[in-house]
C-alpha cells in the first residue's frame, strides 16, 4: 500500500528542511538536496528518538510516582506507629512516677496485716497481674520502638529511591524537552505544526468492535483532534501510550502507563498480526510507539509532538514498523 497522499508530502517536506539543517551543519557536506528516500529515512530515525525518549521519560516518571506513593502510605503508618509508641511510653513514665512517689506497686501495708491472711494473697495476685502487666506495656514499648526504626529505615531507602527516580525523569523530560523544541520549530517553519483542540468533541466510531472493545474505541475516536503532549493522560491532551490507557480504563481494563510495561504485561496475550481484532494494542519495534487498531486497516493513535490525535491507515509504513499486537 502507499502512504497517504498528504501524510506522504508532509513527512517528506519535515524530512527534507530536516535533512538539509543537518547536511549545512557538517563541515565539507555537500549542498545537495538528499533522495527522498534518503530524508524519509532520516524523519524515521528522528521520531524514533523523539519516541524512545518519551518513554524512557513516562517510565521513570510512573517510577518516582510508584516509590513516592509507597513513601506516603508507609509514612502514614509510621505516624499511627509512633502514637501508639508514645502512649505506651506515656504509660510507662507514669507508672515509673507513680514507684518514685508511693514505692513499687503503691503500700505494701497489705502483706503486714497478720489477721487477714485472705486480703494477703489477694493483694499478692494483684501484685502479681500487675508486675505481669507492666513488663507487657514495657515488652510491646520495646518492640513498637524497634519496628519504628526498622520501618524508618525502610522509608528512608524507599524515599531515596524516589528522588533518584525523579532525578531521572528530570533528566530524561530536558531531554525530550530539547527536542520537541527542534521539532517545534522546524514544523512551524514549514507550515505543519498542528496545536490540536484540547476540548475538541472527535469523531463517532462506527467500526466493527463489540464489547468492551467498542468501548475503548469509542473512547478513543472522541479524542480525535486533541494535542499530542508527551507524557500526556488527557483529558486535554494525550502521548501514544496514555490515550491507550485511557481508552482501555473507559472499558474496565487497567493497562501499565508506558509502552514497554503494556507490552510486558501483555506477554501472554500477544496475537498475530494477520489475526488483529478491533481494540487490540499496536506496538512498534523499539516499543517507543503504539496505538489502537480500529479495524478495517485502521489505526488510532497519538502521533507526535505537532500534531493530534488521529486515526490513520495501517499501510506499508506503519505494517513495516509494527512489532506485534496485544490483545487486553
Known amino acids: 500500500m502507499v502512504v497517504a497522499a498528504a501524510t506522504w508530502r508532509g513527512r517528506t517536506a519535515a524530512a527534507l528542511a530536516l535533512a538539509s539543517v543537518a547536511l549545512a551543519a557538517t563541515p565539507g557536506a555537500a549542498l545537495a538536496d538528499p533522495s527522498p528516500a534518503q530524508a524519509r529515512a532520516r524523519l524515521v530515525k528522528l521520531n524514533e528518538q523523539a519516541d524512545q525518549l518519551v518513554e524512557r521519560y513516562n517510565r521513570a516518571t510512573e517510577t518516582y510516582k510508584t516509590a513516592k506513593k509507597k513513601y506516603d502510605a508507609l509514612n502514614a503508618e509510621l505516624k499511627g506507629k509512633d502514637a501508639r509508641a508514645d502512649d505506651l511510653r506515656r504509660d510507662l513514665v507514669t507508672l515509673a ?3 518514685y512517689q508511693f514505692g513499687p506497686f503503691g503500700s505494701w501495708a497489705p502483706l503486714t496485716a497478720p489477721d487477714n491472711p485472705g486480703a494477703v494473697l489477694g493483694t499478692m495476685a494483684s501484685l502479681d497481674e500487675m508486675a505481669r502487666a507492666r513488663a507487657a506495656k514495657a515488652r510491646a514499648y520495646e518492640a513498637a520502638i524497634k519496628e519504628l526504626r526498622d520501618r524508618h529505615g525502610e522509608a528512608k531507602a524507599i524515599l531515596a529511591a524516589a528522588e533518584a527516580a525523579r532525578r531521572k525523569a528530570r533528566t530524561e523530560q530536558a531531554k525530550v524537552d530539547k527536542m520537541v523544541t527542534t521539532q517545534t520549530r522546524l514544523m512551524r517553519r514549514l507550515g ?3 496545536t490540536g483542540d484540547p476540548d475538541s468533541p472527535g469523531i463517532q466510531y462506527a467500526g466493527p468492535a463489540s464489547g468492551n472493545a ?3 474505541l469509542e473512547f478513543a475516536f472522541a479524542q480525535v483532534g486533541k494535542p499530542y503532549r508527551y507524557g500526556g493522560t488527557g483529558p486535554g491532551s494525550f502521548d501514544c501510550s496514555g490515550l491507550a490507557q485511557a481508552a482501555w480504563r ?9 509502552t514497554y510495561d503494556q507490552w510486558g504485561w501483555g506477554a501472554g496475550r500477544r496475537v498475530p498480526m494477520d489475526k488483529l481484532e478491533p481494540g487490540d494494542l499496536l ?3 523499539g516499543l517507543g510507539h503504539m496505538g489502537l487498531y480500529a479495524g478495517d486497516g485502521k489505526m488510532v493513535h497519538a502521533p507526535q509532538t505537532g500534531d493530534v490525535v488521529k486515526v490513520v491507515d495501517l499501510d506499508d509504513y506503519w505494517r513495516t514498523r509494527l512489532l506485534g499486537a496485544v490483545r487486553p
Not at 473507559?250 to 508506558?258: C, I, W
Open 192 to 194: 505543519l505544526f498542528r
Open 97 to 99: 512516677v507513680n514507684d
Open 283 to 285: 506496538f512498534s519495534k
Open 250 to 258: 473507559s472499558a474496565g481494563v487497567s493497562l501499565p502507563r508506558t
Open 214 to 216: 467498542r468501548t475503548a
